[in-house]
């Protein structure tokens, strides 16, 4: 099919690249019949923590995969993913695959960490009380059915109520950069966002379907904060196909609200798009094949994987991936952490 590669231009371009990108996280044109509810399925608790290892008494070797961590006691949690390859991208016969995410192709990871949740936004406050960071004072937001760039929205002002323990938003690729350094610095670790190939391998925590609880669209509200029945009442303008099932969020949700992924991770789908350390390239052809990030290409949009609360099946699958400026701030963007292990 015709290469749908999502690109979000620059402050100027915001209001045409609605149009252009197809509005990535706006649902489909609504459906002759309107999606049936299913009985209301809460997401499950987040389930009691592993046992958190302070990195700074760990003897001295490699950690185990599965070994949950953090560097300092107010640093987020952070988990072992073990080494291993993956076939990245999906195969043609794929439900709502796009031309972008292929060819596959397989990439051989090393073990890495990877946050267990995405980093919320009481984590970036502490950031910003820390180092002063100026995260801006507008934000594209999706209000009234349609995308606008909003004054006086912000990561501490989108236009729903978030708690602390909410995924941060209205956060741009930079800002996110700076939160790494500042988490590197502060714990003389090295802290990243995730390669794009990372980010998908970390996903699909060893499966090969379009989601990695499989691939049922319907199943989402038990694993991932995605656009549903609650959604579809809750929020105004969504129009077209949903989940169908309800998790009683319409828009960002706790984070470890739903079932995590085999390695661990929650929200790895839904919630927020989570931005990644690569540069945008239209499909993988002469992709790194060792799970680093791709750093040629187009450099001024960087790719964002996962999808969010207002994204509909199509988008809510392990292979797919957008390219935006790497300035912009979204209503439905946030990010991951990475640390490269010794």
């Keep these: 099919m015709t290469n749908r590669i999502r690109i979000l231009w620059g402050v100027v371009l915001l209001g045409v690249a609605c149009a252009a990108w197809g509005l990535p996280e706006e649902p489909r044109p609504m459906p002759t019949a309107a999606p049936k509810a299913v009985p209301k399925a809460s997401p499950k608790p987040q389930q009691p923590a592993a046992p958190v290892v302070e990195a700074r008494a760990k003897a001295a070797g490699q950690p185990r995969p599965g070994e949950v961590f953090r560097d300092c006691n107010d640093c987020p949690e952070m988990v072992v993913i073990p080494a291993g390859d993956f076939n990245m991208g999906s195969p043609s016969t794929e439900s709502g695959h796009f031309d972008d995410e292929g060819p596959q192709h397989r990439v ?3 073990s890495f960490a990877a946050g267990k949740f995405e980093v919320t936004r009481g984590q970036f406050a502490a950031f910003v009380n820390s180092t002063g960071h100026n995260a801006g004072n507008e934000c594209r937001m999706f209000e009234g059915g349609k995308w606008e760039k909003r004054s006086a929205r912000n990561w501490q002002n989108p236009d729903y109520s978030q708690a602390d323990n909410h995924p941060v938003v209205c956060v741009s690729w930079d800002d996110a950069k ?31 379907t379009s989601r990695y609880w499989g691939d049922s669209p319907d199943a989402a509200c038990t694993y991932a904060n995605l656009m549903d029945v609650t959604g579809m009442s809750q929020v105004p303008g969504v129009t077209g196909e949903i989940h169908n099932c309800s998790d009683g969020n319409s828009h960002t949700a706790g984070v470890g609200s739903y079932t995590p992924n085999a390695f661990g991770l929650y929200d790895m789908t839904g919630n927020v798009w989570e931005w ?19 750093t040629t290409g187009d450099c001024e949009r960087r790719v964002l994987r996962g999808a969010s609360w207002l994204s509909n ?30």
């Design 276 to 294: 990644t350390e690569d540069c945008i390239n239209d499909g993988y052809s002469g992709a790194p094949s060792d799970g680093s990030a791709w």
């Design 108 to 110: 051989s990871v090393m």
């Design 178 to 208: 700076a939160y790494t350094a500042w988490l590197s610095r502060k714990t003389k670790h090295s802290y990243r966002l995730l390669s794009e190939a990372e980010w998908e391998y970390a996903a699909r925590a060893g499966t090969s």
């Design 313 to 342: 099946p199509e988008r809510a699958r392990s292979a797919v991936r957008i390219g935006v400026v790497d300035s912009v701030r979204d209503g439905h963007f946030g990010f991951r952490l990475a640390r490269t292990l010794p």
